[in-house]
C-alpha cells in the first residue's frame, strides 16, 4: 500500500524560487492537509482540503498556495521562497467521518538559502 | 482558538522505567484528542485516540492514555518502555463539533522521549 506520497525528499532553493510540494494518496479520503514541523514548535496547519475544489487555510498560510483538482492530490506550492519557510513538510490525509485519524507522508525537508 | 501544551521538552529513561508524558488542552466544549509518535527519521503515525465513552483508552505498543476532564489533560502512559520506544511523541486535540469542512487538529509541540538500554 503506497498511502500518503511525497515529492521530493530533499530540495534546496534559493531565496525567491518558486517551487511546488507533491502529495498523493491513494485511500480515497476526503481530507487532505499540508503541515510545516519545526524545531521547538511541534505541527502547524498551513492549508486543508475537504474535498476536490475544496481548500481553506489553516493556521500558516502566508507564503504558500495550495490547489485540489482530485480527490488523490495536493500539491503545495511556494510562490517565493524565504529561508523562514526551511523546514520539513508534511503531508496528512483522513477520511472525513474520522478527521483527526491522519496518515503522513514521510515528508519533504526544505532548505531556503 | 485550541492549545495544546505538553509539559516536557525532552525525557530520558533507562528501560523498564514507567513512562509518563504529560499533555493539556484548552477549550472547554467536547473534544478528540490524540497521540502520535515519530520515530527517528520516520513519519508520524497515530498512536492512539479518544473520542467518547472510557477515559482509559489504549494504544499500539502497550501505550495508553487518561482523559480527565477536570484536569483538561490527556497524559500519555506506559508501564515499562524499551530502547524501541525512543521517538518523539505529539498529543493533538480536534473539535468534533467544527464540522468536516473546518475540522482543525492542533499539536502541542512535542516530547523526545530517549530510552537508555
Known amino acids: 500500500n503506497a498511502g500518503v506520497t511525497q515529492t521530493p525528499k530533499f530540495q534546496v532553493l534559493k531565496t525567491g524560487q518558486s517551487m511546488t510540494l507533491q502529495c498523493a494518496q491513494d485511500m480515497n479520503h476526503e481530507y487532505m492537509s499540508w503541515y510545516r514541523q519545526d524545531p521547538g514548535m511541534g505541527l502547524r496547519l498551513i492549508h486543508y482540503?475537504?474535498?476536490?475544489?475544496?481548500?481553506d487555510q489553516g493556521e500558516v498560510p502566508n507564503g504558500y498556495n495550495v490547489s485540489r483538482s482530485t480527490t488523490e492530490d495536493f500539491p503545495l506550492r511556494l510562490l517565493s521562497a524565504a529561508p523562514s519557510q526551511t523546514s520539513v513538510y508534511f503531508c496528512?490525509?483522513?477520511?472525513?467521518?474520522?478527521?483527526?485519524?491522519?496518515?503522513f507522508g514521510e515528508g519533504s525537508r526544505l532548505t531556503v538559502l | 482558538a485550541q492549545s495544546v501544551s505538553q509539559h516536557n521538552h525532552h525525557v530520558i529513561l533507562s528501560e523498564a522505567a514507567s513512562l509518563e508524558l504529560g499533555c493539556n488542552y484548552s477549550y472547554g466544549g467536547t473534544v478528540n484528542l490524540f497521540w502520535y509518535v515519530q520515530y527517528p527519521g520516520q513519519h508520524l503515525q497515530l498512536l492512539l485516540k479518544y473520542f467518547s465513552g472510557d477515559p482509559l483508552v489504549k494504544g499500539i505498543k502497550g501505550f495508553e492514555a487518561e482523559f480527565i476532564k477536570s484536569k483538561f489533560s490527556f497524559n500519555l502512559r506506559k508501564p515499562s518502555v524499551q530502547w524501541s520506544d525512543t521517538a518523539e511523541y505529539f498529543c493533538?486535540?480536534?473539535?468534533?463539533?467544527?464540522?468536516?469542512?473546518?475540522?482543525?487538529?492542533?499539536f502541542g509541540k512535542g516530547t523526545k522521549l530517549s530510552v537508555i538500554p
Open positions: 493533538a486535540a480536534g473539535d468534533p463539533y467544527s464540522g468536516a469542512g473546518s475540522y482543525q487538529l492542533t
Open positions: 482540503s475537504v474535498g476536490a475544489g475544496i481548500t
Open positions: 496528512a490525509s483522513s477520511y472525513s467521518k474520522f478527521p483527526g485519524e491522519l496518515f
